[in-house]
């Protein structure tokens, strides 16, 4: 069943002017998953390929979770707003607001062990607080009974190569992997 299927009530009730059939990108993952990760919006990319994280982010993202040998295609990815805003502009809030039924539709039908919000907008969304990424970061909270964990967006990684550090082990301590320093005997 397609995303747009499976949400179909959801897609029903969307006012027109959120929705833009050339601008769409539904989820991706296992609904199973046991890690699911929230980004902000598609972009140019994403709309071409049809799946969130495809671009230079995604790549970035990629990129850590292979060096901490986690397979991307078992984490369910979503974005807050699944419509490319126009000239790459942040989603504003009425988006933000129209497609969070969808989102909390999402979370119930997958029921992660744990939710990454990436960034700012997904983190201040989900935690509903004002505080800055860098902040709150790397830290569990409980929303209605489910762990959430705030990360650095890969994209500021990009701009900021100092914030990659903090992403791997912020991911690391995601998925299990904490570096204990001990060292493999092929590192050698
Ligand atoms: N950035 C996001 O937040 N989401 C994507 O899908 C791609 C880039």
């Known amino acids: 069943m397609s995303f747009r299927d499976k949400y179909s009530e959801f897609f029903e009730q969307l006012d027109e002017k959120y929705f833009d059939e050339e601008r769409f990108v539904p989820a991706v993952g296992p609904e199973d998953a046991e890690v699911m990760m929230i980004g902000e ?12 994280f ?6 970035k993202m990629n990129d850590v979770l292979k060096d901490i040998n986690v397979d991307r295609g078992d984490i369910y990815i979503t974005n807050l707003v699944k419509i490319r805003p126009p000239d ?20 119930e039908n997958v ?25 709150i970061h790397g830290r569990i909270f409980t929303r209605e009974g489910q762990k959430i964990m ?39």
């Open 111 to 135: 029921n992660p062990d744990i939710i990454l919000t990436l960034g700012n907008f997904a983190s201040r969304h989900m935690l509903d607080t004002s505080k800055g990424i860098s902040k």
């Open 41 to 52: 919006a598609p972009g140019a990319n994403e709309v071409e390929q049809g799946e969130p």
């Open 54 to 59: 495809v671009g230079r982010a995604g790549e």
């Open 88 to 107: 790459n502009r942040d989603p504003k809030s009425d988006e933000i607001e129209a497609w969070a039924p969808l989102l909390e539709k999402e979370i």
């Open 150 to 188: 705030p990360i650095y967006h890969p994209a500021a990684t990009l701009y900021d190569r100092s914030k990659t550090p903090d992403l791997e082990k912020d991911l690391r301590k995601a998925f299990g992997k904490e570096n204990t320093g001990q060292q493999k005997l092929s590192d050698l």
